[in-house]
């Protein structure tokens, strides 16, 4: 589906307007390590930033992004050790929010899902901070998780 807009980019860097994936792949395209970008389409998809993948999706009717990053734990895990892990995360931060998903094969995942808001736009420097913010914090919400879990288990 190719992405349209009723509304042309304004002639000011700071002038907010719609966010299209094409301008989050811009936005995505300036991080360091450079992104491999090919697996966005128009509606969202995967993008890798050095060793880890990244879900990119808008949802809402296109008010909001979502970038997500995930860790696939042990399958033997403990769910119980699993949840206090991301419980402890979200009483502290509020973004990004971490939960535990169960997958088709009843493992675990754990996801760090970061919002953006759009609805009214963005202009493109308030895009990239937020793209640039997006994908470290949930390499580091997820990051915490796992070091939580693991302390769990060598204190059990």
């Known amino acids: 589906?190719?992405?349209?807009?009723?509304?042309?980019?304004?002639e000011g860097k700071e002038d907010p307007y719609p966010v299209s994936m094409s301008r989050v792949k811009a936005a995505l395209a300036k991080l360091q390590p450079q992104p491999d970008l090919s697996g966005?389409?128009?509606e969202g998809g995967t993008v890798q930033v050095g060793d880890r993948t990244?879900?990119?999706?808008?949802?809402?009717?296109?008010?909001?992004l979502s970038v997500r990053s995930n860790w696939d734990p042990n399958p033997q895990s403990s769910a119980r050790s699993?949840?206090?892990?991301?419980?402890?995360?979200?009483?502290?931060?509020?973004?990004p929010t971490a939960y535990v998903d169960r997958k088709k094969d009843d493992s675990f995942t754990?996801?760090?899902?970061?919002?953006?808001?759009?609805?009214?736009?963005?202009?493109?420097?308030?895009?990239d901070e937020e793209v640039a913010h997006a994908i470290p914090c949930c390499a580091q919400a997820i990051d915490y998780v796992q070091w939580a879990y693991e302390q769990m288990q060598i204190d059990q």
């Open 82 to 95: 699993l949840f206090r892990a991301v419980n402890s995360w979200n009483r502290f931060r509020h973004f």
């Open 40 to 42: 966005v389409a128009d």
């Open 54 to 64: 990244y879900s990119i999706s808008f949802f809402g009717r296109r008010d909001y």
């Open 110 to 127: 754990v996801v760090a899902d970061m919002v953006i808001h759009c609805r009214h736009g963005l202009s493109d420097l308030q895009l």
């Open 1 to 10: 589906m190719t992405e349209t807009t009723l509304h042309s980019a304004p």
